[in-house]
């Protein structure tokens, strides 16, 4: 487990190295962008390695794998993101065990969210994800559908809508993954300066292992990374 461990952190190195390159290529700070360690396909250990080498936000996109390795990590100081589509009968499970929900993508969804964080007594920070590609395989919001919606937000008192989460789209390569990344920051620019009284667009979650510094350049704040991480051991 220490070689485990140790190349965990060689590539963790590695991987905020490329992220404080692709942020100074688009003249920001390398602290203006968020790792999320996305750990969905490895174990326990492997998590584990990730923490001690200093990555304490880690993200899972199935939610009962988040609840095992939660319990599992409870003394390792993570904050838990999800990341991957929430059904509304695993919410009331999950709200206590995240700091994030990044993958907010119906209405139905974020009014099960705040239902559940207003029995729990607290309020959950969200994204709201979009489907920039309009591909039918994927969840969330149209990006026509985005604004309209923001201003049903008010009534929902136990959330915090804190930015906006997208995919790139399955085909077409960075390329098309740029033109997905720029359409989610113009439509992030264009709703901000009217959001209501306690909505915040300050958060762009984009981009994964394979198009992540293309996201940075355009503007994500958080970027959600799993592979890179553990080269070289799946």
Known sequence: MQQVAQRIAENLARVRGRIADAAARAGRAANEVRLVAVTKYVGLGEAWALAAAGCR???????????????????????????????????????????????????????????AAGELGSEMPVLLEVNVSSEEAKHGFEPEAVEPFLEELPRYGHVQVRGLMCMASFSGGLEAARRDFAALRELRDRLRPNCPEGVRLDELSMGMSGDFEVAIEEGATIVRVGSLLFEGLI
Do not use: C, F, Y
């Not at 390792?76 to 999800?82: E, L």
């Open 57 to 115: 936000t880690l993200g899972e996109s199935r939610p009962q794998q988040l609840w095992e390795k939660a319990e599992a990590l409870s003394d390792a100081g993570v904050r838990w993101h999800m990341i991957g589509h929430l059904q509304r009968n695993k919410v009331r499970r999950t709200l206590p065990l995240v700091a994030m929900i990044e993958s907010v993508d119906s209405p139905r969804l974020l009014e099960a969210v705040d239902h």
